[in-house]
């Protein structure tokens, strides 16, 4: 399977500590994205990547939150003293150009304790 | 962004077609529509897009108003494998403008 593969697909962490996804997009994906989706809701925007740069942010992605795509393929997202609202699932998505469809992987779910 | 306005649920008869509405009035003139669909503890799928015609594909087709104010997603026989939140999203190409937006989309439910 060629598609966007995500680890690891579930995280259980305390309150406080620090959780790290990985995202491998579709191969020659140039466009990365990030987004978060709690139950009931619908997928929020978080960040987006162009190669390895980082282009856009949203203000859901507090200071807490980092994420890199350092050379240009595969990325990561940190989260720093995690807490109870962190819990979610986090999505990353993978595009080979602007206003081509968007494809999604199959989440990462965390939660805190 | 603008904003797309879908009913919060329906449902339809495993075999028959499916149309599942998507209101958009204050759409741009730039604006393109997409559907993306999430089936339970996946991730979201792309199903279509479109900006002023009709569309089809493999997965199912899509109506434009010709004032493009709503659009209608067409699943022309319906399996249990469509039973998806789906998701109407405008998307304008104007430079930087590469996320989708999702609302909380329409929860479509199969019944065999």
């Known amino acids: 399977d060629t598609g966007v593969s995500q680890n690891p697909r579930h995280k259980i962490t305390k309150r406080g500590q620090n959780v790290t996804f990985r995202c491998d997009p579709i191969s020659e994906h140039n466009r990365l994205y990030w987004y978060r989706q709690t139950l009931g809701q619908g997928p929020e925007f978080l960040t987006y990547f162009q190669n390895e740069a980082q282009l856009e942010k949203s203000r859901l992605l507090s200071d807490r939150f980092s994420a890199e795509r350092p050379k240009g393929s595969f990325s990561t997202l940190e989260i720093q003293r995690t807490e109870q609202g962190d819990s979610a699932m986090y999505l990353c998505?993978?595009?080979?150009?602007?206003?081509?469809?968007?494809?999604f992987g199959e989440g990462s779910w965390l939660t805190v304790v | 962004d603008a904003k797309t306005t879908q009913p919060n649920s329906m449902e339809s008869n495993e075999e028959e077609p499916v149309h599942l509405p998507c209101n958009h009035s204050t759409i741009s003139g730039t604006d393109y529509i997409h559907w993306y669909r999430q089936l339970p503890s996946q991730g979201p799928e792309y199903v279509i897009h479109g900006l002023t015609s009709n569309v089809n594909n493999r997965m199912a087709s899509l109506a434009i108003a010709e004032d493009r104010k709503s659009s209608t997603l067409i699943l022309h026989r319906a399996t249990l494998r469509d039973a998806a939140v789906y998701y109407c999203?405008?998307?304008?190409?104007?430079?930087?403008?590469?996320?989708?937006?999702f609302g909380t989309g329409t929860r479509l439910t199969i019944i065999p």
């Open positions: 998505a993978s595009s080979p150009g602007q206003m081509l469809p968007i494809y």
């Open positions: 999203i405008l998307r304008d190409p104007a430079f930087g403008n590469e996320k989708l937006t």
